[in-house]
């Protein structure tokens, strides 16, 4: 893939966002609450500036993909997940895949998402309407991926996350996904928290959980002040006795390269490739939909893909 720059980048900022965008996975209440919390700013950023995201792209796009590095925390080894919304609202859906390395990627159905009135807030339900949220699981090991899929029940990625949890796999589960913008629409933060109850943990243990977290501050608002997460849940979470795991990158990364993507167009129907090649237009440009990087090709390449494929 290819990163579109950020305004006003330089390599020591990289370095400093790509430090502080992490996942970090913890237990509580004797171990019998696992969680993570995520700080996925830069992946925001590069995310947006990769699809030319607006404000409300963004923000829906982003809370998806915080969404994703979040359960991306579930998987290991070469395990990945796709998290998909199909809808009837103007958003359409939207498509986000996530693996245990922490790489997350992925597209809005619709962009730019048409308006017709000016946003008053940041509720996304009536951009969402009535469709399905699905899980697909691509595990290791595993001869089929595994789907589950409930109804929209909320238009809200985290509550209606939750739902599927409780529902598709009986298991309590709370999403907090947030994005924090200034005053220019630039995102200054974003992040997330995850809290699922595991086998063991009593309903008055998890309901106490609950009402602290409908106080929890904004995960965005404290990543663009540059918190640090581990101070933070122990802090709010002192009397569950967090206990952290582990601290792993979370970035915005597609596996894409010019040679797949032509690998790809080399295995084309032999009368369309023949068209290709010569009528064009040259360059001939294909896109990623997953991360929106553009690739060209000139007519003596694909040329050359015929070529092969007559021999």
Same mark, same amino acid.
């Given at each position: 893939?290819?990163?579109?720059?950020?305004?006003?980048?330089?390599?020591?900022?990289?370095?400093?966002?790509?430090?502080?965008?992490?996942?970090?996975?913890?237990?509580?209440?004797?171990?019998?609450?696992?969680?993570?919390?995520?700080?996925?700013?830069?992946?925001?950023?590069?995310?947006?500036?990769?699809?030319?995201?607006?404000?409300?792209?963004?923000?829906?796009?982003?809370?998806?993909?915080?969404?994703?590095?979040?359960?991306?925390?579930?998987?290991?080894?070469?395990?990945?997940?796709?998290?998909?919304?199909?809808?009837? =609202?103007?958003?359409?859906?939207?498509?986000?895949?996530?693996?245990?390395?922490?790489?997350?990627?992925?597209?809005?159905?619709?962009?730019?998402?048409?308006?017709?009135?000016?946003?008053?807030?940041?509720?996304?339900?009536?951009?969402?309407?009535?469709?399905?949220?699905?899980?697909?699981?691509?595990?290791?090991?595993?001869?089929?991926?595994?789907?589950?899929?409930?109804?929209?029940?909320?238009?809200?990625?985290?509550?209606?996350?939750?739902?599927?949890?409780?529902?598709?796999?009986?298991?309590?589960?709370?999403?907090?996904?947030?994005?924090?913008?200034?005053?220019?629409?630039?995102?200054? =933060?974003?992040?997330?928290?995850?809290?699922?109850?595991?086998?063991?943990?009593?309903?008055?243990?998890?309901?106490?959980?609950?009402?602290?977290?409908?106080?929890?501050?904004?995960?965005?608002? *404290?990543?663009?002040?540059?918190?640090?997460?581990?101070?933070?849940?122990?802090?709010?979470?002192?009397?569950?006795?967090?206990?952290? *795991?582990?601290?792993?990158?979370?970035?915005?990364?597609?596996?894409?390269?010019?040679?797949?993507?032509?690998?790809?167009?080399?295995?084309?129907?032999?009368?369309?490739?023949?068209?290709?090649?010569?009528? =064009?237009?040259?360059?001939?440009?294909?896109?990623?939909?997953?991360?929106?990087?553009?690739?060209?090709?000139?007519?003596?390449?694909?040329?050359?893909?015929?070529?092969?494929?007559?021999?």
């Amino acid at each position: 893939m290819k990163k579109a720059a950020l305004p006003g980048d330089t390599l020591k900022q990289q370095l400093k966002d790509k430090a502080r965008d992490r996942v970090h996975t913890f237990l509580m209440a004797d171990d019998t609450i696992k969680c993570a919390f995520i700080n996925g700013t830069r992946m925001i950023r590069e995310m947006r500036a990769n699809f030319g995201y607006g404000l409300l792209e963004t923000l829906v796009a982003g809370h998806a993909y915080l969404a994703g590095g979040l359960i991306s925390t579930t998987l290991k080894g070469h395990d990945r997940i796709n998290l998909r919304i199909d809808c009837s =609202g103007p958003i359409k859906g939207f498509s986000v895949e996530a693996n245990a390395r922490g790489e997350v990627r992925g597209y809005l159905k619709q962009s730019p998402i048409p308006i017709d009135k000016p946003m008053n807030d940041f509720n996304l339900s009536p951009f969402f309407g009535s469709g399905f949220l699905t899980i697909t699981k691509i595990l290791e090991g595993m001869k089929q991926p595994y789907t589950g899929q409930v109804m929209i029940q909320y238009g809200s990625i985290a509550k209606d996350l939750a739902h599927y949890y409780f529902t598709s796999e009986q298991t309590p589960t709370v999403f907090i996904l947030s994005i924090q913008f200034d005053r220019q629409g630039d995102v200054r =933060g974003a992040g997330g928290l995850f809290i699922q109850a595991m086998p063991g943990v009593s309903d008055q243990t998890f309901d106490e959980l609950e009402d602290l977290i409908s106080h929890f501050p904004s995960p965005g608002k *404290l990543m663009a002040d540059l918190e640090d997460p581990e101070m933070i849940v122990h802090s709010v979470f002192k009397d569950f006795k967090p206990r952290f *795991l582990v601290s792993e990158r979370i970035e915005f990364f597609c596996p894409c390269s010019e040679e797949k993507i032509a690998a790809y167009i080399a295995m084309l129907p032999m009368d369309e490739l023949r068209d290709m090649a010569e009528n =064009g237009p040259f360059p001939m440009e294909t896109r990623c939909h997953n991360c929106n990087t553009v690739y060209l090709y000139e007519q003596e390449t694909v040329r050359e893909f015929y070529e092969k494929r007559l021999n």
